[in-house]
């Protein structure tokens, strides 16, 4: 997939792209794979979202898009988006047969397991979920707006990040993104970069 041609600055502008995991949940806690499961964020996880809003501040967001999942739009209204528009496409990786199980558990079966590479089983392929991704980069990218927000979800935020940078949706393993915290995605001159990490 890399090498593919995403829109750039020279095409539309330099729109930054920022990405916001949600907060806290039962099994982000746990180390559970949470894809498709509807999970409120904990108590904890409300208090992480309303401290992210500081890191928001002041930025005049032209687009905020937020998963349907129900964890990014109570982080979306916690950090003051109540009216984010729900994008259908930024939902996390459909993790199949492994949903609701520990990579710590699977590994014990199968000691060299990674999610990056070996997928998940009559789940979501990793292709598939970076072609998520390059249409919300497009949409971002033709937007007009200085800056865009997406809140979304773990996995999905890092090959977000991998495909803002024209990157295989694998590379996402490179990036950590912990709960409630955000980037900020822009450019070098005209080459897609990654501005702040974990913020």
Same mark, same amino acid.
């Given at each position: 997939?890399?090498?593919?041609?995403?829109?750039?600055?020279?095409?539309?502008?330099?729109?930054?792209?920022?990405?916001?995991?949600?907060?806290?949940?039962?099994?982000?806690?746990?180390?559970?794979?949470?894809?498709?499961?509807?999970?409120?964020?904990?108590?904890?996880?409300?208090?992480?979202?309303?401290?992210?809003?500081?890191?928001?501040?002041?930025?005049?967001?032209?687009?905020?898009?937020?998963?349907?999942?129900?964890?990014?739009?109570?982080?979306?209204?916690?950090?003051?988006?109540?009216?984010?528009?729900?994008?259908?496409?930024?939902?996390?990786?459909?993790?199949?047969?492994?949903?609701?199980?520990?990579?710590?558990?699977?590994?014990?079966?199968?000691?060299?397991?990674?999610?990056?590479?070996?997928?998940?089983?009559?789940?979501?392929? =990793?292709?598939?979920?970076?072609?998520?991704?390059?249409? =919300?980069?497009?949409?971002?990218?033709?937007?007009?707006?200085?800056?865009?927000?997406?809140?979304?979800?773990?996995?999905?935020?890092? =090959?977000?990040?991998?495909?803002?940078?024209?990157?295989?949706?694998?590379?996402?393993?490179?990036?950590?993104?912990?709960?409630?915290?955000?980037?900020?995605?822009?450019?070098?001159?005209?080459?897609?970069?990654?501005?702040?990490?974990?913020?």
């Amino acid at each position: 997939m890399s090498g593919m041609g995403l829109p750039g600055a020279e095409d539309y502008g330099f729109t930054r792209l920022w990405l916001l995991r949600h907060g806290e949940t039962e099994w982000s806690r746990s180390g559970q794979y949470t894809g498709l499961t509807d999970l409120t964020l904990t108590p904890a996880g409300e208090d992480q979202a309303r401290a992210a809003r500081a890191t928001l501040d002041g930025v005049d967001f032209g687009l905020v898009l937020t998963s349907p999942l129900q964890r990014a739009r109570r982080t979306a209204e916690l950090v003051g988006f109540p009216d984010a528009e729900v994008e259908p496409n930024a939902v996390e990786w459909d993790y199949g047969d492994y949903e609701g199980i520990k990579s710590a558990d699977i590994r014990l079966k199968n000691p060299g397991y990674l999610i990056w590479t070996h997928g998940v089983p009559n789940g979501e392929a =990793i292709a598939a979920v970076g072609e998520r991704a390059d249409r =919300i980069v497009e949409r971002v990218r033709a937007s007009g707006v200085a800056n865009a927000l997406v809140v979304a979800h773990g996995h999905f935020c890092r =090959i977000l990040a991998a495909r803002w940078l024209d990157l295989d949706p694998v590379e996402g393993r490179h990036f950590i993104l912990g709960t409630a915290k955000a980037c900020r995605l822009g450019w070098d001159k005209k080459t897609p970069a990654i501005e702040a990490w974990g913020l």
